[in-house]
């Protein structure tokens, strides 16, 4: 893993807010029509969030 610098942190998918270096931070990765991709959780609360929000 590389460092990051704030030019290229990704955003949180659920929150919008800008994700730094933090152990809460959680990275869901799946395969759409053959491309990977990466959706990016500031912490387990907004990750749980959008879940539930997809799966309804």
Request: aromatic fraction near 6%; charge should be negative.
């Amino acid at each position: 893993m590389t460092d990051s610098t704030d030019d290229d942190s990704p955003d949180c998918r659920q929150c919008g807010n800008p994700i730094g270096p933090s152990s809460e931070q959680r990275v869901v990765t799946t395969v759409e029509d053959g491309t990977t991709v990466y959706r990016h959780f500031c912490t387990d609360d907004c990750l749980e969030q959008w879940e539930s929000s997809t799966s309804a």
